[in-house]
C-alpha cells in the first residue's frame, strides 16, 4: 500500500514561514491536495492539485511538488494558523491516502 | 456553495449499526460523489468509500467492504453510511465529503458525527 510520511510537529515564530513536507515514493508524479484542522472542527481544503487554493484561502498558502516530497508553506504565520495539516493523495491500489498529519505550533 | 449537514452523536453496542446522514443544505448533490472519512480519537483520516448520489455508483475501501453501505434518498437530499457489526476500534468521527472525482480533493465536508462504540 502506499504510504505518506509527515513530521509529527512543526514549530514557527509569528512572522515566519512554516514548511510542511509530506514524503511519498514518487509523489511528485501525483496529485497532492492540502487540509488544515483545528480542533474540534472539521477538516478545510487549502490546497488542490499540488498548489491551487481554493476561493477565500488566502495566498500565504502554497504547495510545490517534487520526486519524493510535497511541500506546504505558510508564510507570515499567525497565531490563529495553529492546526494539524494532512495532505493527501490518490493511489490505484490504496485508494485515497491521508498523510500522518502535523502539527504546527506558533511559538 | 453547498453545505452539508450531519446527524448528531450516536452511541452503540459492540456488534450492533450505526446510521449516519448527511443532508447537502441548500441545494442538492448535484452530479457530484459524496465522500464518506473517519478519524479515531488522537488520529489521522481515513477514507471508506464514495457515492454518486443522482446514480447510486458506490465504490467502497477495501477494509470497509462487506461492513458498510451508502445510500442517498434524492427526494430529500440526505445520504446515508450504515456501518454493521461495530466494534470499539469503529469509535471515531465520521465526515462526509464532497469529493471531487475519483481522484480528487474533498470540499466541503460535514461538520462531523461522533460514533461512540461501548459496551
Known amino acids: 500500500s502506499y504510504v505518506v510520511t509527515q513530521p509529527p510537529s512543526v514549530s514557527v515564530a509569528p512572522g515566519q514561514t512554516a514548511t510542511i513536507t509530506c514524503a511519498g515514493n514518487n509523489i511528485g508524479g501525483r496529485s497532492v491536495h492540502w487540509y488544515r484542522q483545528k480542533p474540534g472542527q472539521a477538516p478545510v481544503l487549502l490546497i488542490f492539485y499540488g498548489s491551487g487554493r481554493p476561493s477565500g484561502i488566502p495566498e500565504r498558502f502554497s504547495g510545490s511538488n517534487s520526486e519524493n516530497t510535497a511541500t506546504l508553506s505558510i508564510s507570515r504565520v499567525e497565531a490563529g494558523d495553529e492546526a494539524d495539516y494532512y495532505c493527501q493523495v490518490w493511489d490505484s491500489n490504496s485508494d485515497h491516502v491521508f498523510g500522518t498529519g502535523t502539527k504546527v505550533t506558533v511559538l | 456553495q453547498v453545505q452539508l449537514v450531519q446527524s448528531g452523536a450516536e452511541v452503540r453496542e459492540p456488534g450492533s449499526s450505526v446510521k449516519v446522514s448527511c443532508k447537502a443544505s441548500?441545494?442538492?448533490?448535484?452530479?457530484?460523489?459524496l465522500g464518506w472519512l473517519r478519524q479515531a480519537p488522537g488520529q489521522g483520516l481515513e477514507w471508506m468509500g464514495r457515492i454518486i448520489p443522482m446514480i447510486g455508483i458506490e465504490n467502497y475501501a477495501q477494509k470497509f467492504q462487506g461492513r458498510v453501505t451508502f445510500s442517498v434518498d434524492k427526494s430529500t437530499g440526505t445520504a446515508y453510511m450504515e456501518l454493521r457489526s461495530l466494534k470499539s476500534g469503529d469509535t471515531a468521527m465520521y465526515y462526509c465529503a464532497r469529493q471531487e472525482g475519483d481522484e480528487g480533493w474533498f470540499d466541503p465536508w460535514g461538520q462531523g458525527t461522533l460514533v461512540t462504540v461501548s459496551s
Open positions: 441548500g441545494g442538492t448533490f448535484s452530479t457530484y460523489a
